[in-house]
């Protein structure tokens, strides 16, 4: 009797999501949507860790851990979702651009099919705690964006590759023609 509803709560909330996000992505930037909303994701999971645990405690629990997946929703598809493509777009050079996309694309297909196929048994060994797995890749993901990833927004290709050359963590190989040199 509430799944329609809960149906068209997640369709509302990815609505706005995109909504949202393509009126504050160049206010505010590529990457700070990112990592702002890696952050906000791993804080909902928390919560819904949180409130899974208590949800035997009072009934109106249980109506705070969908509201939680509705904000999960929201923080994913404006700030991740809508943001990663412009990013991956930004920061390739027009040459390398459709291969880097589609092995970016494969990359997340095969993610989102091992996740698929996993998680029912992660749910049968951990149960709620289950979450937990995913807040700490979200952490991951938020610091990896935070410390590494250069804002893209209004930059060009050779400006974004020499922030990229200043990482200690790359090699010093990367030049905006997609050629590979040494140092």
């Known amino acids: 009797?509430?799944?329609?509803?809960?149906?068209?709560?997640?369709?509302?909330?990815?609505?706005?999501?995109?909504?949202?996000?393509?009126?504050?992505?160049?206010?505010?930037?590529?990457?700070?949507?990112?990592?702002?909303?890696?952050?906000?994701?791993?804080?909902?999971?928390?919560?819904?860790?949180?409130?899974?645990?208590?949800?035997?405690?009072?009934?109106?629990?249980?109506?705070?851990?969908?509201?939680?997946?509705?904000?999960?929703?929201?923080?994913?598809?404006?700030?991740?979702?809508?943001?990663?493509?412009?990013?991956m777009v930004e920061i390739f050079h027009p040459d390398a651009r459709p291969s880097a996309l589609a092995v970016a694309g494969s990359f997340s297909w095969v993610g989102l099919f091992i996740t698929g196929i996993g998680f029912p048994f992660v749910v049968e060994t951990l149960g709620h705690y289950c979450f937990l797995i995913f807040f700490g890749v979200l952490i991951g993901m938020g610091l990896f964006t935070y410390l590494f990833v250069p804002e893209t927004k209004g930059r060009s290709i050779l400006d974004i590759t020499e922030d990229l050359n200043r990482i200690p963590l790359w090699k010093r190989h990367i030049t905006c023609s997609g050629k590979q040199l040494s140092p």
């Open 1 to 87: 009797m509430v799944i329609p509803y809960v149906t068209v709560g997640v369709g509302l909330c990815e609505f706005a999501s995109v909504v949202l996000c393509s009126s504050i992505i160049d206010r505010l930037g590529r990457r700070v949507l990112l990592w702002g909303g890696f952050g906000m994701m791993a804080f909902t999971l928390a919560l819904l860790v949180l409130t899974l645990s208590l949800q035997d405690q009072s009934p109106w629990i249980s109506y705070s851990s969908i509201a939680l997946i509705f904000l999960f929703i929201t923080f994913y598809g404006s700030g991740p979702s809508g943001a990663i493509f412009s990013v």
